[in-house]
T-cell receptor, first 114, second 113 residues
Framework: QQQVKQSPQSLIVQKGGISIINCAYE??????FPWYQQFPGKGPALLIA?????SEKKEGRFTISFNKSAKQFSLHIMDSQPGDSATYFC?????????????FGTGTRLTIIP | NAGVTQTPKFQVLKTGQSMTLQCAQD?????MYWYRQDPGMGLRLIYY???????DKGEVPNGYNVSRLNKREFSLRLESAAPSQTSVYFC????????????FGQGTRLTVV
């Protein structure tokens, strides 16, 4: 049972374009939605995160859009650069009996072409 | 500042062999996690530990055991390795404060033949 559904599986964008990755969730107990970036041979690292009390968060060229009623959130990368080529994971966090569990989407391999 | 350190980085096992993956963090985090990463499957939680002395199952615990040795260390044991356990394993840690960043190690690439 995939609690966080992510699409597309892979994405190719031209340099300077906008990259958009989408995620959807079912569990309304989720209360924290981070995005992680992973380069080959490395562990994932936090890129940007949002809480459900806001609809958008922007950090530099990276923006999360959050739609609580639709239970969807997306990552937008503006002016995409070759250095942004990586695998991106959305995630959602919920607390169960005092313990936090972080559930990941299946990942999107992003390639930025010159 | 080492962060989260995993050993070994690579390992090849024969079916039926056992091994322990080691993980240590130096950030004084309470929560620690073990994930496996497989193509098209994302990161799936195997086990986690909210604090020293406690462990809980994640999504895919079968075939694994864990030990939270102390606050710093969280090990993952494969008692009888199977080819289906071929994967990249990541350890992560997190402060036990709501909605905080998880820090990942570099991963262990395990192949079971």
């Amino acid at each position: 049972q995939q609690q966080v559904k992510q699409s597309p599986q892979s994405l190719i964008v031209q340099k300077g374009g906008i990259s958009i990755i989408n995620c959807a969730y079912e569990n309304t107990a989720f209360d924290y939605f981070p995005w992680y970036q992973q380069f080959p041979g490395k562990g994932p690292a936090l890129l940007i995160a949002i809480r459900p009390d806001v609809s958008e968060k922007k950090e530099g060229r990276f923006t999360i859009s959050f739609n609580k009623s639709a239970k969807q959130f997306s990552l937008h990368i503006m002016d995409s650069q070759p250095g942004d080529s990586a695998t991106y994971f959305c995630a959602a966090s919920a607390t169960y009996f005092g313990n936090e569990k972080l559930t990941f989407g299946t990942g999107t391999r992003l390639t930025i072409i010159p | 500042n080492a962060g989260v350190t995993q050993t070994p980085k690579f390992q090849v096992l024969k079916t039926g062999q056992s091994m322990t993956l080691q993980c240590a963090q130096d950030m004084n985090h309470n929560s620690m996690y073990w994930y496996r990463q497989d193509p098209g499957m994302g990161l799936r939680l195997i086990y986690y530990s909210a604090s020293e002395g406690t462990t809980d199952k994640g999504e895919v615990p079968n075939g694994y055991n864990v030990s939270r040795l102390n606050k710093r260390e969280f090990s993952l044991r494969l008692e009888s390795a199977a080819p289906s356990q071929t994967s990249v394993y990541f350890c992560a840690s997190r402060r036990q404060v709501l909605n905080t960043e998880a820090f990942f190690g570099q991963g262990t690439r395990l192949t079971v033949v």
